[in-house]
């Protein structure tokens, strides 16, 4: 059934979606028309964001403001940024987008109840097969109350004008018109244990492995990098677990008493224990491989376990990008140099390999080098994202104000 023309609930829309619901919306949607366990929800589609960003325009540029910035001017990206998402998020929503808000809320959650939400922000380029925006817009978790919907969804809109997502765009120059958020609001789930999982090794690259790690409690603090999961490494034929390790988990993210989440210690007793069995571990690596055999590609993915069904769910799946672009890149093939009104012949150039799927190639200095210039960029991005993450985790425990949690 659908909903309007602002708002698709999962089971209507997929990948192909992705300019009216964005990578992470098209993403669950895909996955739950593959029969694969996610929590419900629907999402609010670009065309209320465009209606929103409408209005603002009236009164002064947004997108050109963005499109002048240069890329190496951080004091005007963070000026910029600072007015942009002040403007945003004092502005009211559009009253056919609020009703139509307040409407689906009222389906997902059951009247009379306060059953907590995710809202997620679902940018149109965000986990595509060439780029990666994860951690760069904003996601408040443990949302109770429609009242609350209104600022929340603002607030994703706005976090599209973060420092780091602005920078990001500007650096790879993608076209502002072309940009766009939506956000998803699903049913939260009460993790005993989340984590994410790899189709193919994030460290080697070898695709016949899965690898699964995770932590107790809610997935944020294995995302946001504020503990050391636990990590597994499984063959994806014989299912043989060929590391385990378990580390210390000396903290765990729960619901905090007045929405979003906190950060509370591990009891003694568990802080050296597997957050996970090795049934649960053969169920991950199975639901893993069919996510992959689904899309087609290795994929990282995010899971958790309801901590009262024992329920496995999947929070997203993105495709893997750093080995896929390691692939994708062009090996460049020695070259001759002929020297200028002839003499004695020619020399070959000799640039030193670079790496690919483990191996060095000789002639690809240049392909060495740019693969250089993108990792710095990308560890120049995710410092500002955990920066900005730091920020929202600071933010969780203040009362009315669920943290924005990015990923």
Not at 168 to 185: D, I, L, N, S
Not at 221 to 238: F, M, S, Y
Not at 310 to 336: F, H, M, N, Y
Not at 358 to 367: F, K, P
């Amino acid at each position: 059934m659908g909903a309007g023309a602002h708002i698709a609930w999962f089971d209507e829309i997929g990948l192909g979606d992705r300019e009216q619901v964005g990578g992470k919306g098209g993403s669950l949607g895909e996955l739950t028309r593959a029969g694969i366990a996610v929590p419900p929800g629907y999402v609010v589609k670009t065309s209320a964001f465009e209606r929103f960003l409408e209005s603002l325009e009236r009164e002064a540029p947004v997108r050109a403001a963005v499109a002048a910035l240069k890329a190496d001017d951080l004091e005007s990206i963070t000026a910029c940024s600072r007015a942009l998402r002040r403007r945003m998020e004092g502005a009211e929503l559009p009253g056919e987008v609020l009703e139509e808000l307040t409407a689906a809320q009222a389906r997902l959650v059951r009247a009379g109840t306060e059953q907590p939400v995710a809202v997620r922000s679902s940018a149109t380029c965000e986990d595509a097969l060439d780029a990666s925006f994860a951690g760069l817009q904003d996601t408040y978790l443990w949302v109770r109350g429609a009242a609350q919907m209104p600022e929340r969804v603002r607030s994703c809109w706005a976090s599209l004008y973060s420092v780091p997502s602005i920078s990001y765009r500007r650096k790879h120059v993608f076209p502002e018109e072309h940009v766009a958020m939506a956000v998803v609001v699903q049913i939260m789930v009460d993790a005993g244990t989340a984590g994410v999982m790899f189709t193919r090794s994030p460290t080697t690259g070898d695709r016949s492995v899965v690898t699964i790690e995770g932590a107790w409690g809610l997935g944020s603090a294995v995302v946001g990098g504020e503990v050391t999961p636990d990590r597994w490494v499984l063959g994806k034929i014989t299912g043989e677990i060929s590391v385990r390790e378990i580390s210390d988990k000396l903290i765990q993210h729960v619901p905090a008493a007045n929405g979003g989440v906190e950060a509370v210690a591990v009891s003694e007793e568990r802080r050296r224990v597997a957050c996970l069995s090795d049934t649960q571990l053969e169920q991950l690596s199975t639901i893993a491989r069919q996510v992959e055999r689904h899309y087609g590609r290795a994929q990282d993915i995010e899971w958790a376990i309801d901590r009262h069904s024992g329920a496995i769910l999947l929070l997203q799946s993105r495709p893997e990008t750093v080995w896929s672009a390691r692939d994708a890149a062009p090996i460049a093939k020695p070259q001759q140099e002929h020297r200028a009104g002839g003499g004695s012949g020619h020399r070959r150039r000799d640039s030193r390999a670079g790496w690919r799927g483990g191996r060095i190639r000789s002639g690809a200095g240049a392909d060495c080098a740019r693969a250089g210039a993108w990792l710095r960029s990308l560890s120049s991005t995710l410092r500002s994202a955990m920066a900005i993450r730091a920020h929202g985790r600071r933010s969780a425990s203040t009362p009315r104000r669920p943290s924005p949690l990015p990923r």
